[in-house]
């Protein structure tokens, strides 16, 4: 790890200097390398899927772990937008005159070397690996075992990329043995790695941040909710609930906890409860959403806390907005919350006092997302209050520097 270290601080060296054209030129000879390569992607991601069954993982981690038809297009997607966004190394912003007549202004750097520890989505490879490319950094990956026949595939891949234009190929590099203690190493290396982004589970997060050496971009869990004003249109409420939580169950952002106003629950809550239990969802109520709708379970307080991942909601009318923002305020992760409601007021009420890295209106939590932000990709989503919030993408993956001009100028 210490050798593999010192690799990446020196590519992570001549990233910052490379050039825009050589950056971009690497991220669309890796997306050229995917498109050549399906069906070598296929067969090893295969390889992890059938291990990932024999050893019994739940169908949340088997879908996260899949690289299908669409997701191969989608890092390749990702990567060619990636490689259209302006580049924010070097930018100079906030010059002006001193009194003493030198200008001082701010340069956006690199952070220098990212390491990034992930389980089970073998396209945080690419995402990671483009974002880290394109912001002049090096990046050492570190997926999950799970994962590591498609993750080392995709490396290759990213190999290539690099190698056709010009760059070394240690600027990004993935941890080849799966022993957990290499993890361990990464995140107590600060002469070699400049920051830490860990994706997966919560315990993950949890040790990572507990133990690390090295600080940390990271949030440790989605617990999402939507908000159903008494002022919502049933209809979005409706379209926008449904989408939120069963558009994909196994990511951060779906939605896992519904609250609804008291004023509309009697008509508005019953539609929104059929449609889900039509689809297979599990609902969990509070004793009001209990009398309002059929086939719901008693929740219980641990559902107000719990990113279940899975086709399950919690459900709890509540009285008002004022209620709802307690709600969210107390059980939030600080991740992804939307309010439904065509009242303009309530709406900014919403987004000023609900403390999350992305507040929404009419919109479903789903796109909280790097790609959906228009960042291309992101290397993960924040929950920190400091350097990066919300997903985390480009300019997530700089910092600024001062800079001064002068001519000869002297203190007195």
């Known amino acids: 790890m210490r050798e593999l270290g010192q690799r990446a601080r ?25 498109d050549a390569s399906r069906d070598n992607l296929r067969e ?3 390889l992890d899927l059938e291990a990932g069954r024999e050893r019994g993982l739940d169908a949340a981690m088997l879908d996260r772990l899949e690289l299908t038809p669409g997701r191969i297009d989608a890092m390749i997607e990702g990567l060619r937008q990636v ?48 974002l880290c490319i394109k912001s002049g950094n090096a990046a050492v990956l570190r997926g999950g075992s799970e994962a590591i026949h498609s993750n080392q595939a995709i490396a290759d ?5 690099l190698k056709e234009a010009g760059l070394s190929e240690s600027a990004v590099q993935v941890v ?5 203690e290499a993890v361990g190493n990464l995140i107590r290396m600060p002469e070699y790695v400049d920051v830490i982004v860990p994706r997966g589970g919560k315990g993950l997060i949890e040790r990572i941040s507990r133990e690390a050496e090295v600080p940390v971009i990271k949030h440790l869990d989605g617990i999402c909710h939507s908000f159903l004003d008494r002022d919502a249109d049933p209809e979005k409420a409706l379209a926008v609930t ?34 889900l239990g039509e689809i297979g969802v599990e609902l969990r109520g509070c004793p009001e959403t209990l009398a309002l709708i059929e086939n719901a379970i008693p929740a219980t307080d641990e559902d107000w806390e719990t990113e279940y991942l899975a086709p399950v909601l919690s459900i709890r009318v509540v009285d008002g907005l004022d209620e709802a923002i307690a709600h969210i305020n107390r059980y939030s ?30 919109a479903s939590t789903r796109f909280a997302d790097g790609f959906e932000y228009g960042l291309g990709a992101e290397i993960g989503i924040s929950t920190d209050k400091l350097h990066a919030r919300g997903p985390v993408g480009l300019e997530g993956l700089t910092s600024e520097k001062y800079i001064v001009f002068g001519d000869g100028h002297i203190r007195t």
């Open 333 to 362: 992760s600080q991740h992804t919350d939307s309010i439904i409601t065509e009242n303009y007021t309530r709406a900014r009420r919403f987004l000023t006092e609900v403390d999350s890295s992305s507040v929404m209106v009419n």
């Open 83 to 130: 490689a259209t966004l302006a580049d924010p190394v070097g930018v100079i912003s906030d010059m002006q005159y001193r009194p003493s007549g030198i200008q001082v202004g701010r340069m956006r750097v690199p952070l220098g070397v990212i390491g990034i520890i992930y389980e089970s989505r073998p396209n945080v490879t690419v995402d990671a690996a483009s």
């Open 176 to 180: 080849e043995t799966t022993d957990r």
């Open 157 to 161: 891949c990213v190999r290539q990329g």
């Open 10 to 34: 020196e590519a992570g060296r001549s990233m910052a200097r490379a050039t825009t054209s050589a950056r971009n030129e690497a991220l669309l000879a890796t997306a050229r390398a995917l």
């Open 44 to 46: 090893r991601n295969e």
């Open 242 to 275: 449904v989408n939120a939580k069963t558009q994909r169950y196994g990511t951060c952002n779906t939605l896992e906890t519904l609250l609804v106003d008291r004023a509309v629950a009697e008509e508005i809550l019953p539609p929104v409860a059929r449609k």
